[in-house]
């Protein structure tokens, strides 16, 4: 497949969710608390997009897949896109825009603490993800980039905050990062040698 229909593909597969989602909703099919399943779908999808772009360097580095590489910016954004649009859902469907509640909500659930210091350390990565921060910033922006990190740990913390008994999935998004940081660490080895 060309390198243009590889991007159709993704682009496709980054907008399918929200898409699947919007249908869900129209139809009646969310369950029986549409609002509560729509925030925790947005959620998820931006957390497997976040780790997704992750695994776009060692990908490279192990199978060669320099495709994806190229378009580690957009998953990375799409990510960030997600988180906001899990924001809005939740401004919308829970909080129903009583921003007063808000205070009272992240005073007793730190969880959403969490969840905003994850969408604080996307912004800046998806502000200067385009070929002008790049040349800007020079080194400086693969250094900036390494915010993904703790974004990564801070959406992980709040997925599992919220999980109260059942941390199956925050357990699954934990062993993947951690997976991918030992993969990294593996491939710097590597390249070192």
Do not use: C
């Not at 190229?70 to 988180?83: D, K, N, P, T």
């Not at 703790?150 to 990062?177: E, K, N």
């Amino acid at each position: 497949m060309s390198e243009r229909g590889l991007k159709a593909v993704l682009v496709v597969g980054l907008i399918a969710p929200l898409v699947w989602e919007t249908l869900l909703l129209f139809t009646g099919n969310a369950g029986a608390d549409p609002g509560k399943h729509a925030v925790h779908f947005l959620g998820q999808t931006s957390i497997w997009l976040l780790l997704l772009t992750m695994t776009a360097t060692p990908l490279r580095v192990f199978l060669g897949a320099r495709w994806l590489l190229r378009s580690r910016r957009w998953l990375g954004v799409s990510s960030f896109m997600y988180a906001l649009v899990h924001l809005l859902a939740y401004v919308v469907f829970i909080l129903g825009f009583d921003f007063a509640f808000l205070t009272e909500e992240i005073a007793k659930r730190p969880y959403i603490t969490a969840g905003m210091a994850s969408l604080a350390l996307m912004l800046p990565l998806a502000i200067t993800s385009n070929n002008w921060s790049v040349r800007l910033l020079g080194r400086r922006w693969r250094l900036l980039h390494k915010l993904i990190f703790p974004a990564v740990i801070a959406g992980v913390i709040h997925v599992w905050w919220q999980a109260r008994s059942d941390i199956g999935f925050a357990l699954l998004l934990a062993a993947l990062f951690i997976v991918l940081l030992a993969l990294r660490s593996e491939m710097v080895q590597r390249l070192r040698t």
